[in-house]
């Protein structure tokens, strides 16, 4: 039997040099530490030869330490990650292997005072605390609600509405209400909230300018086509002028003066605000003037100047957004707030007919405060465009995927037989039956 003390600087140099002089089966009797020094205690009764009994028998108990030491690796994550210390000792019940209990010993401490598993652990701890925080905030706001506002919740976020706007209306649900009664109250409180054209002869009867602005194929020229039919129906195409503005995109103001010649309508073209002002002074004698502005995204620079554009003109222009129906909330929001940069006079809701459900859209609205002019469900021209029903929209976003039931559009009763007759698709082109 051999026994030797072995004095170095850390702990790893230590094990090294017992490993050396005495083998890997060597047995550690003391490890202490001696002015920042590490003394280790070792003895090597024996030398292991091969085959015999007892190489395996350390081979075995070399594998029961490695599983020990992998169990307790496993251990020391679960407890980093939930904000438990692990500076404490290993003691296996097997010792056979001093060699990897005392590796096992200072191993814990570098992976906690390394910086990027410190910096990996603070994140991961704050993601922790923010998911917490967020479910304790939705159990809280629905625990409050009785069986049937958690129901009636249910039905507000499955129809696209955010959490925000359900709490507030459901929070305002009287408590003796049933199941039965809820929803209705709902809808019509939203109704309530709803502002939208009442009477189309505010568009109609009266001299306006209105432009339309939005991102690109929200579908403001198409929109523009539809109000310049509804317009010809009722007063001819003498009072009436459409004035595009896309000068960036191809084909742009080539687009809408299609639809001006099925019409009949003079189109005329404005590249800046001098020209629109002098093109508006041109045509002070018309009862309507449409403005196709060019599609922007919100993230577009350039939309401050078209802002700017309008409202350099002497002339009362009526701002106008264009929603998608099949955008998102989130979307629909960040249009809606970088395009009321200078105030918006309204909005018209686009392609409900490509939305899975109408709840987003109408949040934003309510959200926004915007007054609804006018629903497009189609690109039939001049068809597919109604005054919006409040009720009938608003049910519609409640209806179920799957419903048969659409929403229902509000068609001019005197077509004339050429309307019957052509179509005018979302690019332009005029197609004939």
């Known amino acids: 039997m051999t026994m030797k003390k072995f004095l170095a600087k850390t702990t790893r140099q230590a094990l090294m040099q017992v490993k050396a002089e005495l083998g890997e089966d060597a047995t550690i009797i003391s490890n ?9 205690l070792a003895r090597s009764e024996s030398i292991a030869l091969p085959g015999s009994r007892l190489l395996d028998s350390a081979m075995t108990s070399k594998q029961q330490a490695e599983k020990a030491l992998q169990a307790k690796k496993v251990q020391e994550t679960v407890d980093l990650l939930n904000g438990r210390s692990t500076h404490k000792a290993i003691t296996p019940k097997t010792a056979s292997s001093s060699t990897e209990i005392m590796a096992a010993q200072e191993q814990p401490v570098e992976i906690i005072n390394h910086p990027q598993i410190q910096g990996m ?40 509405f955010n959490l925000d706007l359900a709490k507030r209306v459901i929070g305002k649900l009287p408590s003796d209400f049933s199941a039965k009664e809820a929803k209705p109250w709902a809808m019509n409180l939203l109704a309530k909230n709803m502002q939208v054209l009442e009477n189309e002869a505010e568009i109609m009867n009266q001299h306006g300018i209105y432009a339309l602005l939005g991102p690109t194929g929200v579908g403001k020229t198409t929109t523009i086509a539809k109000i310049a039919s509804r317009f010809v129906l009722k007063h001819g195409n003498q009072d009436i002028a459409l004035v595009s503005t896309d000068t960036y995109r191809i084909g742009g103001h080539e687009q809408l ?7 009949g309508v003079e189109v005329f073209a404005a590249k800046d605000a001098q020209e629109l002002q002098q093109t ?8 309507l003037i449409l403005i196709d502005m060019a599609g922007l995204s919100q993230k577009d620079k350039m939309v401050n100047s078209q802002l700017d554009m309008l409202c350099e003109a002497s002339h009362d222009i009526k701002k106008i957004i264009c929603l998608n129906a099949s955008g998102t909330l989130d979307t629909l929001n960040n249009v809606s707030k970088t395009f009321a940069g200078r105030g918006l006079d309204g909005c018209i809701i686009t392609k409900a007919d490509e939305a899975i459900g109408l709840g987003g859209v109408i949040n934003a609205v309510l959200q926004n405060k915007l007054k609804v002019l ?31 039931d659409h929403l229902s559009i509000v068609r001019p009763e005197d077509l004339p037989a050429f309307f019957s007759k052509s179509v005018v698709t979302e690019q332009g082109h005029a197609q004939y039956a």
């Open 280 to 287: 508006l002074e041109k045509l002070q004698d018309k009862k």
């Open 121 to 160: 652990l603070k994140e991961m701890r704050e993601m922790r605390n923010q998911f917490q925080a967020q479910l304790e905030a939705l159990s809280n706001s629905t625990l409050e609600f009785s069986p049937n506002k958690r129901d009636l919740m249910s039905q507000f976020l499955s129809a696209g």
């Open 32 to 40: 202490r530490s001696i002015n920042g020094w590490t003394e280790i």
């Open 257 to 263: 003066r299609i639809y001006g010649k099925i019409l």
């Open 374 to 404: 006018y629903l497009t469900n189609g690109q039939r021209v001049p068809e597919d465009i109604t005054l919006v029903d409040k009720i009938t929209l608003i049910e519609a976003a409640f209806k179920p995927e799957d419903s048969d």
